[in-house]
T-cell receptor
């Protein structure tokens, strides 16, 4: 199956700093990328959807100025958590889908801990 | 609107016994159905999907799922469970008539296979 990578896998930062998470589709062109957040023992919550070259579409309740998403190419999307606070600590998972594929493929996730 | 239900939070099964993880769905259009597995602190791994064709779909690691249109179900099954199958399982649905529609995930079912 298609491979999606995420970097970093784990990050610890101080409150008030910004953190960037990269998501790459390694062997296919991802026309659409998704960012999810997962709380412990819960399902995935879709944060935003981004199409290459256009602005991301954010789900209700997700602050677009806090969670900046850039989908600059068909293989790379980034999520920047700006001015992170402890309540932003979570497991962030990206997913990618190609135009000719029905399946979404997921990255391994990034564990963010804000102190 | 789309929705997915996984009626069991937890399923326990003895190693070597058959396992079933239940999923029912609701979608206005043509259902595209997926199963993913998540191991601790990892992203989601694709197991199998139903798009069209045979109602019995075979996937990775010996898993299979049966699409039942009349019961709007897509239960995940395996004839003989392994301890290594212990993980969190997510069912997802997308409206196949609307490419732009996002996945909707179920709440997840934790499978424990006891040695």
């Amino acid at each position: 199956g298609a491979v999606v990578s995420q970097h970093p896998s784990r990050v610890i930062c101080k409150s008030g700093t910004s953190v960037k998470i990269e998501c790459r589709s390694l062997d296919f062109q991802a026309t659409t990328m998704f960012w999810y957040r997962q709380f412990p023992k819960q399902s995935l919550m879709l944060m935003a959807t981004s199409n290459e070259g256009s602005k991301a579409t954010y789900e209700q309740g997700v602050e677009k100025d806090k969670f900046l998403i850039n989908h600059a190419s068909l293989t790379l999307s980034t999520l920047t958590v700006t001015s992170a606070h402890p309540e932003d600590s979570s497991f962030y998972i990206c997913s990618a889908r190609a135009r000719n594929l029905e399946t979404q493929y997921f990255g391994p996730g990034t564990r963010l801990l804000v102190l | 609107a789309q929705s997915v239900a996984q009626p069991e939070d937890q399923v326990n099964v003895a190693e070597g016994n058959p396992l079933t993880v239940k999923c029912t769905y609701s979608v206005s259009g043509n259902p595209y159905l997926f199963w993913y597995v998540q191991y601790p602190n990892r992203g989601l791994q694709f197991l199998l999907k139903y798009i069209t064709g045979d109602n019995l779909v075979k996937g990775s690691y010996g898993f299979e799922a049966e699409f039942n249109k009349s019961q709007t179900s897509f239960h995940l099954k395996k004839p003989s469970a392994l301890v290594s199958d212990s993980a969190l399982y997510f069912c997802a649905v997308r409206d196949g008539d609307n490419y732009g529609q996002n996945f909707v995930f179920g709440p997840g079912t934790r499978l424990s296979v006891l040695p």
